[in-house]
């Protein structure tokens, strides 16, 4: 191979990561550098440099392998694109408590973080766990460990988390009070593509589908991004759960296939109540 063809052929090379990067982050700035093999890539909380040269060897002697060996790549340069919190780089400002929400996830999910363990958590019901996450530019958000609240108690964290969430999902409520019937499948809620599992964590958003449904409520979280409700009653319970068990089967972020009951003090995983003395997991609800 000649030296114009080494470099037309790693010209290309960078130009196919830039693609693929560019479609994966449409928020940030993606440069090829074809004679440092290399990727710039800039945006809100980012400024990054990606080598490629040690991937490219590897697809050179392994061609066979070339296309696991870059989505391998693409995923290992997430954490590396995942915005910084201003004020969080070592200066002791940490996080803005306006940003601040309950995030909702499975127990299995946080497991796979090697720092969930500094996070800030409430159980919720069943195997999903709310944590004190923060919302960044570009539709992203990171768990927030409790070394950056500089200061601030956990109590003034969970303050301003609960004030937040409900701020997020505050025109909720006035929509399923103010409709005309409860739909036969119930309530579909999936307008937040990060957060909508939050809708958990605020006590009005539970009230208002109880006082629709006039009595307890089933809920369920099967995808990141959904959130289904209906009224509770033996007669609809299997179908929900059916009804659940494929959402999330087909989601593309799948959260928890469990179903809960909910009233207007608590919610607990549906079934269980005859199983065990009722937990009352949400006792920030009794207010």
């Known amino acids: 191979m000649t030296p114009a063809d080494d470099l037309a052929d790693r010209a290309a090379f960078a130009e196919r990561l830039r693609v693929q990067l560019a479609a994966r982050h449409p928020n940030l700035q993606v440069e090829a550098d074809p004679a440092r093999l290399a990727l710039r890539l800039r945006g809100p909380g980012v400024d990054v440099t990606l080598p490629l040269s040690p991937l490219h060897l590897e697809c050179v002697r ?12 693409v995923r290992a340069s997430e954490a590396r694109l995942t915005p910084r919190a201003p004020g969080s780089a070592g200066n002791g400002a940490g996080p803005a408590l306006g940003r601040l929400l309950w995030c909702v996830r499975a127990r299995d999910h946080l497991a796979d973080f090697s720092r969930a363990d500094e996070l800030l958590t409430v159980p919720v019901a069943a195997d999903l766990v ?12 990171r768990g927030v ?18 004030a937040n969430t409900a701020a ?7 929509r399923i009070r103010a409709a005309g019937r409860v739909a036969r499948d119930g309530w579909r809620m999936g307008s ?7 809708v958990l964590m605020v006590p009005e958003v539970m009230r208002a589908l109880v006082e629709k449904a006039g009595g307890e409520v089933l ?13 509770a009653g033996a007669d609809r319970e299997e179908g929900f759960r059916r009804r659940v068990l494929r959402s999330w089967r087909e989601a593309m972020h799948p959260v928890s296939r469990a179903v809960l009951l909910a ?12 199983a065990r003395p009722r937990l009352g997991l949400m006792g920030w609800l009794r207010s």
């Not at 009233?263 to 005859?274: K, P, Q």
């Open 130 to 141: 709310a944590f004190v996450a923060e919302t960044l530019p570009g539709s992203y958000m």
């Open 219 to 231: 809920v369920a979280h099967p995808d990141r991004s959904l959130v289904l409700a209906i009224p």
């Open 263 to 274: 009233d207007c003090t608590r919610l607990e995983e549906s079934g269980t109540a005859t």
């Open 145 to 162: 460990p409790r070394e950056e609240w500089s200061g601030m108690g956990d109590d003034e964290v969970r303050r301003a988390a609960d």
């Open 192 to 198: 937040d593509p990060l957060f909508q599992g939050s």
């Open 62 to 73: 392994q061609p066979g392998r070339t296309a696991a060996l870059v989505a391998g790549f």
């Open 168 to 174: 997020r999902f505050a025109s909720l409520p006035g």
